[in-house]
């Protein structure tokens, strides 16, 4: 079987991008997405021609480094899927496959099928964690979790980060992500006495970044390769906005995004 | 091997003496401390950001230190510790049923085929429960009881249930737990995180490591980071066998460049094969896909007794059907140790007996659990194993056995550390799977979150501080003549490998050096085969030196030229272990030597010849390694045939 990319090719954020085509083999039907690029780079590189830049580590849809669009679904056409373990097989012989980055505004672009996603790393900065430094701990049976609160932590922790809802929500929301992380946190006992001022810093970190509004469009979660519920995002918004009812600031410091490469500074 | 360069290095480990229960607590009365206004004087480098180096940089951060962390990925959330599946062993005994930090010290030893350092293995027992602590307190929403209490599965190994985990994705909780509390550090400003730059050489200057050489991997810009000490956690190096069930990026680098450097690499030739993954499908196949060992609590593995029985499974009778773990070892079963699940498989597959299209899987079952306890309780149990496995194969689990089949997974060798995590150069510390110092010759499942998380979180900010308070680092500059002269070293390795433009493409070499590693120092190994091995490794370097097309230049986002690096040093490492797999005449844990076994096919130890730790020196391009021996002493648990049976 074969099937045509049509991938984004741009050698850095300063020059024009363009789609460029190529006709590839199939080998067969357990062959992943990332192992046909894997294929068609040997063949670039024995051409002479600069290979795909596309970011992806583990293979196996738990980093989350992987992500792209394929004919404009983020992680293709299979629900609950990273592109490292979608197969072949789902695809018709002769198929165009169109393959571009995430577009975001808070995503800036690096190169090919690759973007910048430290915005996220800065969201859990703003408080995504629990303030326990290491030794303090107390036993781990003291803290007793019911099982249906610690299936709930843990369906909402399940994230992986990887940017597909961004990329598929038409506001280029970061919403899910963020609720994800309050949510992770917020039903955990543990989670409790930050609650809501790590709501009020994460979404004001969101905002500062430059995502969108979330207008519960839905597009999040039904690419999200880890099914992250909607409901994490209710689950923030009731957060922040008792969390701002009782802070009261009038204004909460956020951290400077940084796009540059050059790791100067702090 | 005769060391003709350089005479072979006095080993100190460090090892504390006295009642091994209280040597962890003495030695860190013993260790120097620095006090809380110092310690914001003292600039760190950890290179890694998975469970060892994330949980060591956030601790270091917590306590005062200024601490530069770095990672090859864009997050430092995509370490490859997030691929662990299973679990993390701790000896809480909240079940009751007889675990104690003895019991995991004494599983461990024996699990590690009386090859690991029984100190380092009782602290690391020791530091597991305070673990369990920790991660509960950050938030990692470990699987619970009804009651709201920790529960626990069984692993391989281990006749007690003493693995917490969550779901089927513990290491991903537990590194976001890490990485959480690194980012927490990174808000406050005691660490600095620099992603997408990795480390290519160490800057040692009179004697001590005081920094490092490192590309942007975005903008290839070559630039030094100082510190008066770094802190290598930067994973195993299973990719040398190109298929493994490491990420793609996971990579010796780090630790190969600080081992030319002078840090002795210790037991290279210890590698672990996991029993139970995905088998290969393909010439173009780029990895392997583990399935957890904790699968092997509810599943049984079997095999046609007939040789090249093509039945489907459901057509095979039971009286048909060979469950040869359950038959060769009553008292553990299914859940034996990793190396002699996966010698096993391989010999019932050798026989002509193995299952799927190429003969190279075994069956692992759950239709006795499912009729047992029913879909949900499994679903519940391994429900996105399941799902991970009928996404890439296509086939049902819950209704057809899987087909697994053992693949490289985890190596227990690394660079030589003593008790206190330092290698042999002052100031070097390595931690996680990078060092060789808890697992001997085969690691149990579970323990290798437990190792990384207990260096990081747990021993290397006692020990640190002991370093900086003794050796007390003079001031260094960015013009040091070692700084640059590694600088200028790092360049010209990168300008060579842009310039060769031969007529193969980087992975088309490693492919081969991988199948060169896998079928003649793989699962078992054998004099012949390991001194061919070595021979067509050398072959295979001198030709990539000469036709390897690295496409592109080094100014910006060069993937091919990242891997041209990493795989120039697979080679050497390669090499490395073929020569101590050679050099040691025996079996133990994952090291099968097919000349060193007992009549039933089990490993057979030397203790006499063999029972110490091989530390390997450098001694330039082309010159044999230098073999020094840090000689194993068990006062506790008394060495013998390990038996599962």
Same mark, same amino acid.
């Given at each position: 079987?074969?099937?045509?990319?049509?991938?984004?090719?741009?050698?850095?954020?300063?020059?024009?991008?363009?789609?460029?085509?190529?006709?590839?083999?199939?080998?067969?039907?357990?062959?992943?997405?990332?192992?046909?690029?894997?294929?068609?780079?040997?063949?670039?590189?024995?051409?002479?021609?600069?290979?795909?830049?596309?970011?992806?580590?583990?293979?196996?849809?738990?980093?989350?480094?992987?992500?792209?669009?394929?004919?404009?679904?983020?992680?293709?056409?299979?629900?609950?899927?990273?592109?490292?373990?979608?197969?072949?097989?789902?695809?018709?012989?002769?198929?165009?496959?169109?393959?571009?980055?995430?577009?975001?505004?808070?995503?800036?672009?690096?190169?090919?099928?690759?973007?910048?996603?430290?915005?996220?790393?800065?969201?859990?900065?703003?408080?995504?964690?629990?303030?326990?430094?290491?030794?303090?701990?107390?036993?781990?049976?003291?803290?007793?979790?019911?099982?249906?609160?610690?299936?709930?932590?843990?369906?909402?922790?399940?994230?992986?980060?990887?940017?597909?809802?961004?990329?598929?929500?038409?506001?280029?929301?970061?919403?899910?992500?963020?609720?994800?992380?309050?949510?992770?946190?917020?039903?955990?006992?543990?989670?409790?006495?930050?609650?809501?001022?790590?709501?009020?810093?994460?979404?004001?970190?969101?905002?500062?970044?430059?995502?969108?509004?979330?207008?519960?469009?839905?597009?999040?979660?039904?690419?999200?390769?880890?099914?992250?519920?909607?409901?994490?995002?209710?689950?923030?918004?009731?957060?922040?906005?008792?969390?701002?009812?009782?802070?009261?600031?009038?204004?909460?410091?956020?951290?400077?995004?940084?796009?540059?490469?050059?790791?100067?500074?702090? | 091997?005769?060391?003709?360069?350089?005479?072979?290095?006095?080993?100190?480990?460090?090892?504390?003496?006295?009642?091994?229960?209280?040597?962890?607590?003495?030695?860190?009365?013993?260790?120097?401390?620095?006090?809380?206004?110092?310690?914001?004087?003292?600039?760190?480098?950890?290179?890694?950001?998975?469970?060892?180096?994330?949980?060591?940089?956030?601790?270091?951060?917590?306590?005062?230190?200024?601490?530069?962390?770095?990672?090859?990925?864009?997050?430092?959330?995509?370490?490859?510790?997030?691929?662990?599946?299973?679990?993390?062993?701790?000896?809480?005994?909240?079940?009751?049923?007889?675990?104690?930090?003895?019991?995991?010290?004494?599983?461990?030893?024996?699990?590690?085929?009386?090859?690991?350092?029984?100190?380092?293995?009782?602290?690391?027992?020791?530091?597991?429960?305070?673990?369990?602590?920790?991660?509960?307190?950050?938030?990692?929403?470990?699987?619970?009881?009804?009651?709201?209490?920790?529960?626990?599965?069984?692993?391989?190994?281990?006749?007690?249930?003493?693995?917490?985990?969550?779901?089927?994705?513990?290491?991903?909780?537990?590194?976001?737990?890490?990485?959480?509390?690194?980012?927490?550090?990174?808000?406050?400003?005691?660490?600095?995180?620099?992603?997408?730059?990795?480390?290519?050489?160490?800057?040692?200057?009179?004697?001590?490591?005081?920094?490092?050489?490192?590309?942007?991997?975005?903008?290839?810009?070559?630039?030094?980071?100082?510190?008066?000490?770094?802190?290598?956690?930067?994973?195993?190096?299973?990719?040398?066998?190109?298929?493994?069930?490491?990420?793609?990026?996971?990579?010796?680098?780090?630790?190969?460049?600080?081992?030319?450097?002078?840090?002795?690499?210790?037991?290279?030739?210890?590698?672990?094969?996991?029993?139970?993954?995905?088998?290969?499908?393909?010439?173009?196949?780029?990895?392997?896909?583990?399935?957890?060992?904790?699968?092997?609590?509810?599943?049984?593995?079997?095999?046609?007794?007939?040789?090249?029985?093509?039945?489907?499974?459901?057509?095979?009778?039971?009286?048909?059907?060979?469950?040869?773990?359950?038959?060769?070892?009553?008292?553990?079963?299914?859940?034996?140790?990793?190396?002699?699940?996966?010698?096993?498989?391989?010999?019932?597959?050798?026989?002509?007996?193995?299952?799927?299209? $190429?003969?190279? *899987? !075994?069956?692992?079952?759950? /239709?006795?659990?499912?009729? &047992?306890?029913?879909?949900?309780?499994? #679903? @519940?149990?391994?429900?996105?194993?399941?799902?991970?496995?009928?996404?890439?194969?296509?086939?049902?689990?819950?209704?057809?056995?899987?087909?697994?089949?053992?693949?490289?997974?985890?190596?227990?060798?690394?660079?030589?550390?003593?008790?206190?995590?330092?290698?042999?150069?002052?100031?070097?510390?390595?931690?996680?799977?990078?060092?060789?110092?808890?697992?001997?010759?085969?690691?149990?499942?579970?323990?290798?979150?437990?190792?990384?998380?207990?260096?990081?979180?747990?021993?290397?900010?006692?020990?640190?501080?002991?370093?900086?308070?003794?050796?007390?680092?003079?001031?260094?500059?960015?013009?040091?003549?070692?700084?640059?002269?590694?600088?200028?070293? $790092?360049?010209? *390795? !990168?300008?060579?490998?842009? /310039?060769?433009?031969?007529? &193969?493409?980087?992975?088309?070499?490693? #492919? @081969?050096?991988?199948?060169?590693?896998?079928?003649?120092?793989?699962?078992?190994?054998?004099?012949?085969?390991?001194?061919?091995?070595?021979?067509?490794?050398?072959?295979?370097?001198?030709?990539?030196?000469?036709?390897?097309?690295?496409?592109?230049?080094?100014?910006?986002?060069?993937?091919?030229?990242?891997?041209?690096?990493?795989?120039?040093?697979?080679?050497?490492?390669?090499?490395?272990?073929?020569?101590?797999?050679?050099?040691?005449?025996?079996?133990?844990?994952?090291?099968?030597?097919?000349?060193?076994?007992?009549?039933?096919?089990?490993?057979?130890?030397?203790?006499?010849?063999?029972?110490?730790?091989?530390?390997?020196?450098?001694?330039?391009?082309?010159?044999?390694?230098?073999?020094?021996?840090?000689?194993?002493?068990?006062?506790?648990?008394?060495?013998?045939?390990?038996?599962?049976?």
């Amino acid at each position: 079987m074969r099937v045509k990319l049509t991938i984004w090719r741009q050698k850095n954020p300063a020059t024009q991008g363009k789609f460029v085509s190529y006709p590839v083999e199939v080998a067969n039907g357990e062959m992943s997405m990332l192992e046909l690029l894997d294929v068609l780079n040997e063949t670039l590189i024995e051409k002479g021609e600069d290979p795909i830049a596309f970011d992806h580590d583990c293979r196996e849809g738990i980093c989350g480094m992987c992500g792209f669009m394929i004919n404009g679904v983020a992680h293709g056409p299979m629900p609950a899927t990273t592109i490292c373990q979608l197969t072949m097989r789902h695809f018709k012989d002769g198929e165009e496959l169109v393959l571009e980055p995430w577009r975001s505004a808070a995503f800036s672009f690096v190169k090919d099928l690759v973007v910048d996603r430290r915005a996220f790393d800065r969201i859990i900065q703003a408080g995504g964690y629990i303030s326990i430094s290491t030794g303090s701990a107390q036993d781990g049976n003291n803290i007793p979790v019911g099982k249906e609160i610690a299936d709930r932590a843990m369906d909402a922790a399940a994230c992986i980060g990887c940017g597909a809802c961004v990329a598929a929500c038409p506001n280029g929301s970061a919403a899910l992500f963020t609720g994800a992380k309050i949510a992770h946190l917020g039903i955990l006992p543990q989670g409790k006495p930050e609650e809501d001022h790590r709501a009020v810093r994460m979404v004001a970190q969101m905002n500062v970044e430059g995502f969108g509004s979330c207008t519960n469009i839905g597009e999040c979660t039904g690419v999200c390769p880890k099914e992250i519920p909607l409901e994490v995002i209710a689950k923030m918004n009731h957060d922040y906005l008792l969390g701002a009812w009782k802070e009261r600031k009038e204004v909460i410091n956020a951290i400077a995004p940084v796009t540059d490469w050059t790791f100067e500074g702090k | 091997m005769t060391g003709e360069v350089t005479m072979p290095i006095q080993l100190d480990a460090r090892i504390p003496t006295g009642p091994i229960e209280q040597a962890w607590d003495n030695a860190r009365f013993e260790m120097k401390l620095v006090n809380p206004a110092n310690k914001r004087r003292h600039n760190l480098i950890v290179v890694g950001s998975g469970l060892a180096g994330g949980s060591a940089a956030a601790t270091l951060g917590e306590l005062g230190y200024n601490v530069k962390c770095f990672c090859f990925q864009d997050s430092p959330r995509r370490a490859h510790s997030i691929a662990a599946q299973g679990g993390i062993n701790a000896a809480k005994n909240y079940q009751n049923d007889g675990d104690s930090i003895y019991r995991l010290f004494y599983d461990t030893v024996k699990g590690g085929d009386f090859r690991a350092r029984e100190g380092n293995v009782y602290r690391l027992a020791q530091n597991s429960v305070h673990i369990i602590d920790q991660c509960v307190a950050q938030g990692v929403p470990f699987a619970r009881e009804y009651g709201g209490t920790l529960d626990n599965r069984s692993f391989g190994g281990a006749q007690v249930s003493r693995t917490f985990y969550a779901r089927g994705q513990t290491g991903q909780q537990l590194l976001l737990g890490a990485y959480q509390a690194l980012e927490r550090q990174v808000d406050s400003g005691q660490v600095t995180m620099i992603p997408r730059t990795e480390m290519l050489d160490l800057i040692v200057v009179d004697g001590q490591a005081r920094g490092i050489v490192t590309r942007n991997l975005i903008t290839g810009k070559l630039g030094v980071h100082l510190a008066d000490a770094v802190i290598l956690a930067t994973g195993g190096y299973g990719n040398v066998y190109y298929l493994s069930t490491n990420a793609k990026g996971s990579n010796a680098t780090a630790i190969w460049r600080a081992h030319k450097r002078g840090a002795l690499f210790a037991n290279p030739c210890f590698t672990q094969i996991h029993p139970t993954c995905i088998p290969v499908s393909g010439d173009y196949q780029s990895k392997l896909t583990l399935m957890s060992e904790s699968l092997r609590n509810d599943g049984r593995i079997w095999v046609p007794k007939q040789k090249g029985d093509k039945r489907k499974p459901d057509q095979i009778p039971e009286d048909e059907r060979d469950y040869y773990l359950e038959r060769k070892y009553p008292a553990f079963g299914n859940l034996v140790p990793r190396d002699v699940a996966s010698r096993n498989s391989k010999a019932v597959c050798d026989e002509g007996r193995g299952v799927g299209e $190429t003969g190279l *899987g !075994v069956y692992l079952d759950f /239709s006795d659990a499912i009729s &047992r306890l029913g879909v949900e309780t499994i #679903r @519940e149990r391994y429900g996105n194993l399941f799902d991970m496995y009928q996404r890439i194969t296509d086939e049902d689990p819950y209704k057809v056995p899987m087909r697994i089949y053992p693949a490289m997974h985890y190596t227990m060798g690394g660079l030589w550390v003593d008790y206190q995590l330092q290698s042999t150069i002052p100031g070097l510390f390595v931690l996680g799977e990078a060092n060789f110092s808890d697992h001997g010759a085969n690691r149990l499942g579970a323990s290798a979150l437990m190792q990384g998380l207990s260096d990081g979180y747990f021993i290397i900010p006692y020990t640190i501080g002991n370093y900086l308070a003794s050796a007390k680092p003079k001031p260094v500059k960015l013009s040091d003549p070692a700084a640059q002269a590694a600088l200028a070293a $790092t360049e010209q *390795g !990168v300008a060579k490998l842009l /310039s060769i433009k031969g007529k &193969r493409t980087v992975d088309s070499f490693h #492919r @081969e050096l991988g199948k060169i590693m896998w079928d003649d120092c793989g699962m078992s190994r054998n004099a012949k085969g390991l001194e061919e091995a070595i021979g067509k490794i050398r072959a295979l370097r001198e030709e990539y030196w000469q036709n390897v097309n690295v496409p592109g230049s080094g100014d910006d986002l060069n993937q091919s030229l990242e891997k041209a690096g990493r795989v120039a040093d697979f080679f050497e490492l390669g090499e490395l272990m073929c020569i101590d797999a050679l050099e040691r005449n025996e079996s133990c844990g994952g090291h099968f030597r097919e000349e060193y076994q007992t009549p039933d096919g089990e490993a057979q130890r030397d203790d006499e010849h063999f029972s110490y730790v091989a530390a390997w020196g450098w001694t330039g391009p082309g010159n044999p390694p230098e073999l020094n021996k840090e000689p194993l002493e068990f006062a506790y648990v008394h060495p013998s045939q390990r038996s599962y049976k």
